[in-house]
């Protein structure tokens, strides 16, 4: 004989998830992830487009080892000793493709330590490290981190009014990759054009806008 369920609420059967737990859940389940990844939304915006899937089967290519930057979460961040009682740390490094495990050695680790934060996207400096397991006859991959830097959330958009030398003002803002938008101000056509680039609004940076003979405003964006 059928029995339905009863349930005082809705709420207690439909959960809704966060979207770090929404990938979790479908990582867990499908070893992939159907509703997008954290790491996606912010690729296009900070232009490291090479997945970890691309760089691991460049450098297996390349046999060597290249100090590359790349864009990552941290997941399960464990300290742990060292036989000299120094501190270090292991955890695994996932984008929205794949994931390796990841180690920070105690020299990396002092300086760096502030800046471990799990489940949200960072950028990473370090290597890739291959190494024979003999136990499971395979090779594993893992990446040595040096440095980890947090990704800026907030961001301002630069209005720049077109003249003659845009050109090469803009070819050095691109060396300054950030969260924060271009725009370019056309009073001859009236019109407004979005680049499609986005900039670190550092201390150089901002050095190229004063200098350039026309005129920039920084529009910070509220969110």
Known sequence: ?????????????????SSIDRVNKERHCLECSLSGHPVESVRNIIGIKENLLNYINRDIELNQKQTVKILGMLKNPRNIKTKKHDDM???????????????????FFKKQKDNIIEDVPVLLTG??????????????????IQTIEKI?????????????????????????????????????????????????LNA?????LSKANTICKIVNNTN
Do not use: R
């Not at 059928?2 to 709420?11: A, M, N």
């Not at 060396?175 to 986005?198: T, Y």
């Open 1 to 17: 004989m059928f029995i339905p369920l009863e349930y005082s609420t809705p709420d207690d059967y439909l959960t809704e998830y």
């Open 89 to 107: 740390m292991t955890c695994t490094i996932e984008d929205e493709v794949w994931h390796v495990d990841g180690v920070m050695f105690p020299k």
């Open 127 to 144: 290597y890739f490290q291959f190494e024979f397991d003999d136990a499971i006859q395979e090779e594993k991959v893992s990446f040595v």
């Open 152 to 200: 800026k959330t907030s961001s301002a958009t630069v209005y720049i009014q077109a003249f003659p030398e845009l050109d090469k003002m803009l070819d050095k803002l691109k060396q300054h990759n950030g969260v924060s938008k271009v725009c370019i101000i056309d009073l001859k056509n009236c019109s407004i054009k979005k680049e499609d680039f986005f900039v670190d």
């Open 204 to 208: 150089e940076a901002k050095a190229i």
